[in-house]
T-cell receptor, first 114, second 114 residues
């Protein structure tokens, strides 16, 4: 079945340093890949999505490339801020499915120290 | 702005009691979903619905029922609550007609079963 594996948290960084959260996926279909972010006390919200292989998505300085060859979708940011502290989820979605099913990774908590 | 709301936001229940969690969406989406969130597991799908009157089992449906009386409302019902159902529950809506549909999440309900 479909599955997602991502960096086990928590990840603690100092403000201004770079971030990489690794994400690998398994599927037999042609998925859309998402990164969701969840702040304390809130539900997950979409950070960005990439529906096609070999394309890059980005938002708020975060970016990830959908690499079909290595089945990876690593999240990167060049310089993190304290406000980036949150839980990040790598998510796999089926395309053209009536269910619109999403498969979530376990989440990676990011803690940014000022 | 599209919105998903949940009630109650916090709930304490006793073992063996009945619990109903409610969700309302103003997105006019056909699909709605119930997830639970536990540390180390990300979000796991409990039940989902394609529209009013339909409910389908997700990955972990045991001990839960769902009801979709209208396009806007989707409830999760625990007939006989158990301590293992202590968790944070999220409702989401999505338009699966879109080729790469994302889901929009509510703020969550924290349920404690004593």
């Amino acid at each position: 079945g479909d599955s997602v594996t991502q960096t086990k948290g928590p990840v603690t960084l100092s403000e201004g340093t770079s971030l990489t959260v690794n994400c690998s996926y398994e599927t037999k279909q042609y998925p859309t890949l998402f990164w969701y972010v969840q702040y304390p006390g809130e539900g997950p919200q979409l950070l960005f999505k990439v529906p096609k292989a070999n394309e890059k998505g980005s938002n708020r300085g975060f970016e990830a490339t959908y690499d079909k060859g290595t089945t990876s979708f690593h999240l990167q940011k060049a310089s993190v801020q304290e406000s980036d502290s949150a839980v990040y989820y790598c998510v796999l979605g089926g395309r053209g499915s009536a269910l619109g099913r999403l498969h979530f990774g376990a989440g990676t908590q990011l803690i940014v120290i000022p | 702005e599209a919105a998903v709301t949940q009630s109650p936001r916090n709930k304490v229940a006793v073992t063996g009691g009945k619990v109903t969690l409610s969700c309302n969406q103003t997105n006019n989406h056909n699909n709605m979903y119930w997830y639970r969130q536990d540390t180390g597991h990300g979000l796991r799908l409990i039940h989902y619905s394609y529209g009013a009157g339909s409910t389908e089992k997700g990955d972990i449906p045991d001990g839960y029922k769902a009801s979709r009386p209208s396009q806007e409302n989707f409830s999760l019902i625990l007939e006989l609550a158990t301590p293992s159902q202590t968790s944070v529950y999220f409702c989401a809506s999505g338009d699966a007609r879109l080729y790469y549909a994302e889901q929009f999440f509510g703020p969550g309900t924290r349920l404690t079963v004593l």
